[in-house]
């Protein structure tokens, strides 16, 4: 077969950001990112245009690794853009580099790992997510130490979990994120009260369409089981987070700042969970105040925010709710909390736009009794006649607002700014008639 030299503008750069995007963004290798933050990656570009040019440079590389202490060089990538482009000239290579560790008598010393952007496991599609787990922006030759190695079996003893992990995070993100996550248009989204209910479902949406989150909640123990479960190593993140503290929002932006190094997309969803109150004429002024903190924590929260999301044209979700609509007794606070989201929506639209895109989310009845922290999971059970007044013929869950809050956050949803999105199964548009 005949190589098709590859675009060669800058594949050094081109194949750190695969380490950090992918690699190590993805967590696909969990020993990767100690290595590289240490500078014991030694990154090569070769110009070779021979595989025999090659085979010579391999050789050069392995005696270096060999003869390199481990904190100066942990592992060598060769980059060689202009040769084996076509991945089965490549797959046919491989033997000449397992000639050449046995030629330098380095069996049980050092091996050959390797990368390709044609990578084809046997016996799978091309098209296949499950490929891009070893894909990479040129042909790529990775030596390892084998003492390395069985240091990371020490701790992962049963590699193939790792290869299966693998396999599921790819086929969840697609083939799609996975270029989206390497041309670096992946989205951030911070996510306030993310560690539970709805909040948690937007989390995990955003991570399933390749995205990055940062959760801020109150709720600790709700926030480090959401990562302990989601097992998604840089991509997914938990800062304590107060709404009604500016200290605490601006630490938070600030946390999400050094941690990604911008924000697409700020979702207020943190506040007083459930409409009831106490009645009106009982209602102290502090209760009052404290039902409308949904509403002070997205005023604090975008004021501190939008100077990022301006400078990447970001977009900003308000969860509100269908009781800025509706209402039953002795839900005023509530009410008037979420209301004033919507309004606040409209016009911060208009103020913050073209730059940033603001939208809000009115959630009808969403069942969250299963998105919580550990120790108060549990699910619920809902009659037939809960199901049926839902036109769809179904309560809500919080993956219902998730999907929706991905497209407003995308430039999908690029024409789509100061609006209020009820999703609550048809429920406010049925005509509902006393028996």
Known sequence: MTDTPLPTDDPIAATRLWLERIVIGLNLCPFAKAVYVKDQVRIVLSDATTPEALVEELAEELVLLRDTPAEQIDTTLIVHPQVLTDFLD????LDNADAAIEALDLQGILQVASFHPEYQFDGVAADDA???TNRAPYPTLHLLREDSVERAVDVYPDPDVIVERNIQTLDRIGVEGWHRRLRGDDLVVLVTGGANGIGRGIAQAVL???GRVLIGDLD???GQACLAEWQRGDDAAFQRLDITDETSVRDFIAVALQRFGRIDGLVNNAGI???HGTLLQDMDWEEWQRRLSSLHGAFLCS????PALSADAGAIINIASTRAWQSEPHSEAYAAAKGGLVAFTHALAISAGPAVRVNSISPGWISTDAWQAPSRRHVPQYSATDHAQHPVGRVGQPEDIGAL???LLSSLSGFSTGQDFIVDGGMTRKMIYAE
């Open 220 to 222: 600790v123990e709700a």
């Open 130 to 132: 499950s490929n891009y």
């Open 208 to 210: 399933g369409a390749g």
């Open 90 to 93: 490549y797959n046919d290579f």
């Open 273 to 275: 969970a459930g409409p």
């Open 405 to 407: 809050a991905v497209y």
């Open 303 to 306: 004021k501190h925010a939008l």
